[in-house]
């Protein structure tokens, strides 16, 4: 494992009102790794995504992207699309696809922030413009393969069931050529044949080089692809390790089994 | 299930008293205030009653029929619902000839039909480049812009004012009018960047009102409510033009402008910032999450669909040789708006069948004009309730397949 974390994150909170959702949180994600954030439900976990890229403002906190062989960035105060931009695409645990436009337009637009068309090149159609189209296409069509989507690229998205929906929202985020894939509970709502596929899915993402974190309720998923977990509690981290150090830990078994487990 | 039951019938009597009621002050009472007498209409309390219950009835039975349609459809294995205009749309055997012959159509026109009749298509065709226009901002990018009119005014003025005050040409202006109007987009879009909906509707609103306003109000800019007249007609390399001939040559100047705007639009559409304005109005926060930056792709939606309202203002004040405030008063907007929604949000064919028939028809059916405004109404009621995406759906293009035309 390399040295130098792809993402670390120091000291990270965010307040609502009065409500401390995120507390001091510190994470680090070092490249090419898969790692993952639990815990109960509102924990936080997606209040941290959305701090992470952009759509919350946080209260406090460090945010600091620093690929390998690329100088680092500081993503504090960027727009979403600038944190998207600087390497970081994200998945919805309430699924936002763009449900009244095809589902080869909806991995099209991922590519936006990888092409520089502008109005004029619109409108005349100049060979520059026509071969970026053309990528665009090109890749879009590759990423629907690789989730198994390619033979409903006419499809309106919103037709789609439920698990191609999400497959769909990875093959949307990839098209945005992330370093890091940031997935908010991928494999909600899947049958386990689904979430056995997306488990692959997932493996052959990172084996191309890309760091992954993903929030996940379904604790096999999680133990079998994480290399790393991060448990959070009230917002506030309460323990990370392997999976056989989260697994055992007597903090993260009280967290989510509740008090009586001490004495059981 | 019966077709009309009971209810059904009950419920189209109180349609037609409450019909009765409410157009009661309408209808009924005419006050002649010359001679101090009112007039008692009732008959047309009759007709009323007689209308709204027939319709109330039509629509049960209407709906019964449809639910009946979709209980057995949804018996039935999986029934593909495609309607009749997307098949015909997505069927280029079928959909070529027809559309070759309205081509023609519109080429001969003023070969057939009266100067009268042209006249009356050229401002049809003027309100296809404003529905095309609002288009993008409503249909394709979801930003409800009630002060649209404005943008058109900014154009007719634009050329108005360079011509009086430096005798500037029509085809000088033209460029200039649409750079105007969507400089002005910019200006109302700065504003409204984070405004949605409602907030957004009710502030192009103003906005409209304001220029209106302004239009009217500053007197040693815009010449007030008087207007300004004597706008020189387009030139066609400095000819001298009978009135006639000026009159086939604004149709074919606006026909040509109608092209420009679809092949424009089209290419815009099916592009990197056509699918970012579509994005946006899809879901505003993934779109960002996509990498789109919100405040370019909004600035770049309400600019472009300025362009077009500023191009047809220079149309506009060169078809009539005169402007004045009252053109851009916002029933104007309102009637753009509801070229597009009747039409079909999204739909370039949809703008342009819209356009047509919200213009045309109450030219042709003058004897109805009193009842214009209430038609209106009624028929986007029932568009809304029996088609909500209007005449013409927004489909979407395949980009993969070889064998799609674009
Ligand atoms: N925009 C907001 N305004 C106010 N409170 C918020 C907001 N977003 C999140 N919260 C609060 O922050 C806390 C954490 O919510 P969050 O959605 O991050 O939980 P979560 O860990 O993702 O839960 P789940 O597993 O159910 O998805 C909750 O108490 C929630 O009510
Ligand atoms: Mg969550």
Redesign the interface.
């Known amino acids: 494992m390399s040295t130098e974390p792809i993402l670390s994150v120091r000291g990270l909170t965010m307040e609502f009102g009065g409500i401390r959702a995120l507390d001091k949180l510190d994470l680090q994600i070092y490249p090419g790794q898969i790692a993952a954030l639990i815990g109960p439900n509102g924990a936080g976990k997606t209040t941290f995504f959305n701090c992470l890229t952009g759509i919350y403002m946080p209260t406090a906190g460090e945010l600091h992207l620093s690929p390998p062989e690329q100088p680092g960035r500081r993503l504090n105060g960027l727009k979403p699309n600038q944190v998207t931009e600087a390497g970081l695409a994200r998945t919805f645990q309430n699924i936002r696809l763009f449900p009244g436009m095809t589902v080869l337009e909806n991995v099209m637009i991922g590519r936006h922030c990888r092409t520089k068309a502008k109005i004029f090149g619109a409108i005349l159609r100049n060979p520059g413009t026509r071969k970026e189209e053309k990528e665009t296409v090109d890749i879009s069509m590759a990423l629907l393969a690789k989730v198994g989507l390619a033979d409903v690229a006419d499809e309106f998205a919103r037709n789609l069931p439920y698990g191609a929906q999400r497959r769909l929202e990875i093959a949307r985020a990839l098209a945005t050529e992330p370093l890091l894939l940031l997935l908010d509970e991928p494999a909600a709502g899947m049958n386990p044949q689904e979430t056995q596929n997306l488990t692959s899915l997932i493996r052959n993402i990172r084996d191309e080089g890309l760091s992954i974190l993903l929030i996940e309720h379904d604790m096999k998923l999680v133990m079998s692809l994480s290399d790393y977990i991060f448990v959070v509690d009230y917002g506030r981290k309460i323990a990370e390790g392997t999976s056989e150090e989260v697994r055992i830990n007597p903090v993260v078994i009280k967290a989510y089994l509740g008090e009586e487990v001490e004495y059981a | 299930m019966d077709v009309i039951t009971l209810k059904d019938c009950r419920k189209a009597l109180i349609a037609a008293l409450w019909f009765m009621f409410l157009t009661f002050p309408l209808l009924v009472i005419k006050v002649n205030t010359t001679e101090n007498l009112v007039i008692w209409r009732w008959h047309n309390l009759l007709y009323v009653g007689v209308a709204a219950g027939s319709a109330s009835l039509l629509t049960s039975i209407f709906r019964g029929l449809h639910d009946r349609k979709r209980e057995q459809q949804r018996h039935q294995e999986k029934v593909i619902h495609i309607s009749l205009t997307e098949r015909f749309f997505s069927n280029p055997v079928v959909s070529r000839p027809v559309l070759a012959a309205g081509a023609l159509f519109f080429l001969i026109f003023p070969l057939l039909f009266s100067t009268y009749q042209v006249n009356i298509m050229t401002t049809a065709l003027m309100y296809v480049v404003l529905g095309l226009g609002l288009n993008i901002v409503v249909g394709v990018a979801g930003l409800l812009n009630l002060g649209y009119v404005a943008f058109y005014a900014v154009g007719a003025y634009t050329y108005a004012l360079l011509n009086m005050h430096f005798g500037v040409g029509f085809w000088v202006a033209l460029p200039l009018g649409g750079i105007m109007a969507a400089l002005f987009g910019i200006l109302l879009g700065f504003p409204v960047l984070r405004l949605r909906g409602d907030y957004l509707a009710i502030v192009t609103l103003g906005f409209g009102e304001i220029i209106l306003l302004v239009l009217k109000n500053w007197a040693e800019f815009s010449q007030g409510p008087g207007g300004i007249s004597n706008i020189s007609r387009p030139g066609f390399f400095g000819m001298e033009m009978s009135m006639a001939t000026t009159l086939n040559y604004q149709y074919y100047l606006t026909i040509a402008m109608v092209l420009l705007t679809i092949f424009?639009i089209n290419?815009?559409q099916n592009?990197?910032?056509?699918?970012?304005l579509?994005?946006l109005?899809?879901?505003e926060?993934?779109?960002?999450?996509?990498?789109?930056?919100?405040t370019t792709i909004k600035l770049?939606a309400f600019a472009?669909g300025a362009t077009w309202a500023g191009l047809a203002g220079v149309l506009f004040a060169a078809k009539n040789a005169y402007v004045n405030p009252d053109s851009f008063t916002f029933l104007e907007s309102a009637m753009i708006l509801c070229i597009v929604v009747l039409g079909g949000m999204g739909s370039i064919v949809g703008v342009i069948i819209g356009a047509l028939i919200l213009i045309l028809l109450p030219e042709y059916l003058r004897a109805f004009s009193d009842y214009r405004m209430l038609a209106f109404g009624a028929l986007l009621v029932i568009m809304m309730v029996f088609r909500p995406q209007g005449i013409v759906a927004?489909i979407?293009r395949?980009?993969?397949?070889k064998d799609s035309a674009p």
Do not use: P, W
């Open positions: 424009v290419r815009l592009s990197r910032i056509g699918r970012a579509f994005a109005r899809e879901d926060i993934a779109c960002q999450a996509m990498g789109i930056d919100k770049t472009l927004n979407r395949s980009y993969h397949k």
